[in-house]
C-alpha cells in the first residue's frame, strides 16, 4: 500500500523474499513448533493468485486461520474457523486509500472479520469515524490502533483514543510489541 508511516518498509524491496511451494512453507512453518494458529501476512495476501487454496490447505492444518489485508480485494472464502483482520487505510496513510475501502461491506458480511483503524494525526481520528459510519462497519468489530514507532507516541495517542473508543463503543488495540521490543524486525 505505500503507507506513510509503514514500519516494515523492508518488505517492500523484491528480493525480500523467496519462491517456495505452499508444501515447503508449511514444513517450514511446522518446524518452528506446533502452533493453533497461522496468521498469513505481508504485503497484500489476498492479491497472490492461489491464496484461496493456500488458506483451504491451511484450515486443514491450523484450528484458527488470519488474514491481515487492507481490503483492496473482497475475501477470497469464507469457513467457520477463517478470520479477517481488515485495516482499510485512512486518506493520510496513502494515495491508494479509498481502494481499501471498497470491499468493506463484503468483510462486515463475514462475522469473523475484525477491522482495525490506524489512528495518527489529525485528521485521521474524524476520518475513521466518518469512514466507520459510510461504510457501516460493525462497531462491536472495530479496533482503533494508535500510529506511532515510539513509547511516547504510542502512549500519547493511544491515551486520546481510549476516550474516543468508550465515547464511540469502539476498541482500543496498543502497539504491544512495540512497547515491549521496540520498532524493530523479527518482533
Not at 518446524?31 to 493456500?54: K, Q, R, Y
Not at 461504510?135 to 507516541?153: I, W
Not at 488495540?173 to 512495540?178: C, G, M, T, W, Y
Request: net charge positive.
Amino acid at each position: 500500500m505505500g503507507c506513510r508511516w509503514c514500519d516494515t518498509r523492508y518488505t517492500w524491496a523484491a528480493d525480500g523474499g523467496r519462491a517456495t511451494t505452499v508444501a515447503a512453507a508449511f514444513a517450514d512453518l511446522a518446524a518452528l513448533g506446533v502452533a493453533d494458529l497461522l496468521v498469513v501476512t505481508g504485503g497484500e495476501p489476498l492479491a497472490h493468485s492461489g491464496i484461496a487454496a493456500l488458506l483451504g490447505a491451511a484450515l486443514e492444518r491450523w484450528p484458527r486461520v488470519e488474514v491481515e489485508t487492507s481490503g483492496l480485494l473482497p475475501p477470497p472464502t469464507s469457513h467457520p474457523r477463517l478470520h479477517y483482520n481488515h485495516s482499510p487505510k485512512l486518506p493520510s496513510a496513502t494515495d491508494r486509500w479509498a481502494g481499501t475501502w471498497a470491499h468493506a461491506r463484503a468483510f462486515a458480511a463475514d462475522p469473523n472479520t475484525t477491522f482495525k483503524l490506524v489512528i495518527g494525526d489529525a485528521p485521521d481520528e474524524a476520518d475513521a469515524l466518518r469512514l466507520l459510519a459510510e461504510h457501516q462497519l460493525p462497531r462491536n468489530r472495530t479496533v482503533l490502533m494508535p500510529e506511532g514507532l515510539t513509547d511516547a507516541a504510542l502512549r500519547a495517542r493511544a491515551i486520546a483514543l481510549a476516550e474516543t473508543c468508550r465515547r464511540e463503543n469502539l476498541r482500543l488495540s496498543p502497539r504491544l510489541h512495540v512497547w515491549l521490543w521496540g520498532a524493530k524486525r523479527g518482533v
